[in-house]
């Protein structure tokens, strides 16, 4: 039901504001041919058409945000978006980190001790977003306390945490527990799904990611053991590195929309553009095998920015790139071999919006296109992959625990299993929408853990996911 | 057979109905009664139409109970009713949907249309409340026991008397299993059906289909 307002007129976007817009990235794939695939459900609806007015927002949720440093502020400044996740709690061990935590959320109530956060009553979720080693004591508490969930990714720095903290996760039938995998909930993701593992992308035959930003990673601190505290991310015993903190995002995607799992990985990692003291690689390359003879290489640097961030599923039609950018959102596009059969794929495109070109915007379906901005207009912005996920987590924290008190109300709360079956069945699982769980959580956290020790070792060391090593 | 909606949230206050409810209906004192429970299993369709296509919601959840005068046995491996005189049966039921329980599955956002449209805010429950059920004959033994089955049904706080066709089925020997389904018009409970622009446009027409169970305590058989 999510549906975009749409009162362009089928002209809305012509070949002078595309070219206008030509520095634009999308605008870029679109002059190397490159088909861009949207998510968004297009209407043709009429200005001014009745409508009851019903809304598709879902029921509040009370949000206590644990870990207000730079992400756990992205998370505020996200929540503050949503028209449903009032704020009414923040925590930081760090007052500093605590006050401008509660600048961005000026109703909530302020804590240093995460546990009295977690006594209040008015605090319905919580997002843990402190650093990664930090988060198996509090989620096992959130849990147990009967807070709703949502576990940034990693999950944890080791294996045993990350275990832990799905057991706890499984264990907690009465509320919702969501990984921070935030692609998993983004519909552009979601669209591409059915078009790759249909095969109308051709047979996978590779698939490519990188992650490039120009940055040390090291933040300022007065003294070492806010050295230790605030530059977790450079100190090995605390941090997965480039593979656990953003490479975990693009992995779990390609997993995800090639349908399989990895057999093994090999890593290289090195310190070549920080030489500051870090024993965490500021570059990374790691090669995933998976089963058939299809690879998947991922690169990370903070040490050249070119090109930013993507990831490439290559298939024998046709190659798929995936990008996120603060202009476009989320977006994807198609790149179609000379020899690839005018099949579905072609089809399915052509019946999606197209931010592109005339000559792809007046074919049919051109009046689904969403208004283009005038000449020299701010392109309005698009909702992020994590606003997208922080969506989905306060609608699903509402299914559980509804679904919870409907179920105690009528049946009691002595059925526990029934209580579980009833949680996890068919009809509260087909409602809720797409996130990422425990067990993807688990896995994808499991794996970059592997495949950080293969990236330590260095020089192509070669690590063999063992059966059930990427399991609870 | 009916489907009975709480007009209160919290359990306490729908005791309270229950009990006033009680007062005003019951036709059997509670010691010539078994008194059944909704139990896990239980499970409610409703089908509609719109403009795209057919769309369902669904639930597992139905709640509230049944008083069945002691003696009504709902054997149905046997051709007679034992415990029925004249067809009628002296019941007490009482049933409820909560509204947020109902799930569509398929279209997101869906579930928080339809509860804005029932207004599940304030009328948080579909509630049926049995007025007189009547038995059919003859019965085919080894099928279950077919009734009409009158009362007011309630939603969206607007209160209907219908009529539906049920069955009622021993599944074992402390459970029963009531299956019914009832075309309805949406607003005749002015519910209002959803529009979205010309996208979107859910017919009036609903149906709604339901098996319910109800248990009873083992040892007071």
């Known amino acids: 039901m999510q549906e975009q307002e749409n009162n362009s007129s089928p002209t809305g976007f012509n070949r002078r504001d595309f070219i206008s817009n030509a520095a634009s990235f999308s605008a870029l794939m679109a002059l190397m041919g490159g088909v861009p695939l949207h998510a968004e459900v297009a209407t043709n609806a009429p200005a001014g058409a009745p409508s009851t007015g019903y809304s598709t927002v879902s029921a509040p949720l009370n949000f206590g945000v644990i870990g207000c440093g730079p992400w756990g502020r992205e998370v505020l400044q996200t929540l503050a978006l949503l028209p449903n996740a009032p704020v009414v709690a923040v925590c930081d061990s760090y007052e500093p980190m605590l006050r401008r935590a509660t600048a961005a959320a000026p109703k909530a109530q302020s804590f240093t001790d995460y546990s009295q956060l977690l006594a209040s009553k008015d605090v319905q979720g919580v997002v843990v977003a402190t650093p990664t080693h930090l988060h198996r004591e509090i989620v096992e508490a959130a849990l147990a306390a009967g807070k709703h969930v949502y576990c940034e990714a990693p999950l944890a720095n080791t294996a045993e945490d990350a275990r832990a903290i799905a057991r706890a996760a499984k264990a907690a039938v009465k509320v919702n527990f969501q990984a921070g995998l935030q692609m998993r909930s983004d519909p552009q993701r979601h669209f591409l799904l059915p078009f790759i593992r249909s095969g109308a992308a051709g047979t996978n035959v590779m698939a490519r990611s990188q992650w490039h930003k120009k940055e040390s990673w090291r933040r300022p601190a007065s003294n070492p053991e806010r050295e230790l505290a605030v530059n977790w991310r450079l100190n090995s015993a605390t941090s997965l590195g480039l593979i656990g903190e953003n490479v975990i995002h693009q992995l779990d995607m390609i997993r995800w929309l090639a349908n399989t799992k990895p057999v093994a990985v090999s890593g290289w990692g090195s310190i070549l553009g920080w030489k500051d003291g870090r024993d965490v690689a500021d570059t990374i390359q790691a090669v995933f095998e998976f089963p058939d003879g299809f690879n998947y290489s991922a690169d990370a640097s903070l040490a050249n920015s070119f090109d930013s961030s993507y990831e490439i599923l290559y298939g024998t039609f046709s190659a798929v790139m995936m990008r996120v950018t603060v202009e476009d959102g989320s977006k994807a596009w198609l790149f179609k071999e000379v020899d690839s059969p005018l099949l579905g794929w072609e089809v399915y495109a052509r019946k999606e919006q197209f931010y592109k070109e005339t000559g792809i915007a007046l074919i049919a379906n051109a009046s689904k296109l969403p208004p283009a901005p005038k000449p020299g207009e701010p392109r309005p912005p698009q909702p992020t992959p994590l606003q997208h996920s922080l969506a989905n987590f306060i609608s699903n924290s509402g299914i559980v625990g509804k679904g919870i008190e409907d179920f105690i109300a009528n049946y009691g709360a002595d059925d526990l299993d029934g209580m579980r079956e009833y949680i996890t069945g068919p009809t509260i699982t087909s409602s809720r929408r797409s996130a990422a769980g425990w067990q993807e959580g688990l896995e994808a956290t499991l794996t970059v853990i592997q495949a950080n020790d293969a990236i330590r070792k260095g020089h192509g060391h070669r690590v063999v996911f063992e059966k059930g090593s990427l399991e609870l | ?221």
């Not at chain 2, 509609?48 to 491996?77: A, K, L, R, Y």
């Not at chain 2, 509860?115 to 059920?133: C, G, K, N, T, Y």
Request: zero cysteines; hydrophobic letters at 45%; glycine letters at 8%.
């Open chain 2, 1 to 221: 057979m009916k489907m009975n909606k709480k007009t209160f949230p919290s359990r306490l206050a729908s005791l309270g109905v229950f009990g006033a409810a009680a007062l005003a209906a019951l036709t059997t004192s509670a010691a010539d009664t078994v008194h059944y429970k909704s139990r896990v299993g239980s499970k409610v369709t409703i089908t509609g139409t719109s403009t795209i296509h057919n769309w369902t919601m669904d639930s597992q959840i139905i709640g509230g109970s049944m008083d069945v005068p002691v003696g009504v046995e709902f054997d149905q491996t046997k051709a007679a009713l034992n415990g029925a005189t004249g067809g009628k049966i002296p019941m007490r039921v009482e049933a409820n949907i909560p509204v947020a329980s109902l799930k569509n599955g398929h279209w997101e956002g869906m579930d928080e249309v339809m509860q804005q449209a029932m207004h599940a805010a304030e009328h948080p429950q579909i509630v049926f409340r049995l007025s007189e059920i009547t038995l059919k004959e003859p019965h085919a033994a080894g099928t279950p026991f077919q009734f009409d089955a009158k009362g007011d049904l309630v939603v969206n706080g607007v209160t209907n008397a219908i009529t539906m066709p049920v069955s009622i089925e021993s599944v074992s020997p402390v459970k029963l299993k009531v299956v019914g389904k009832k075309p309805l018009k949406m607003t005749d409970f002015k519910v209002q059906p959803p529009v979205k622009a010309s996208v979107f446009k859910a017919g009036d027409d609903i149906t709604i289909d339901f098996e319910w169970v109800v248990g009873r305590p083992a040892a007071a058989k």
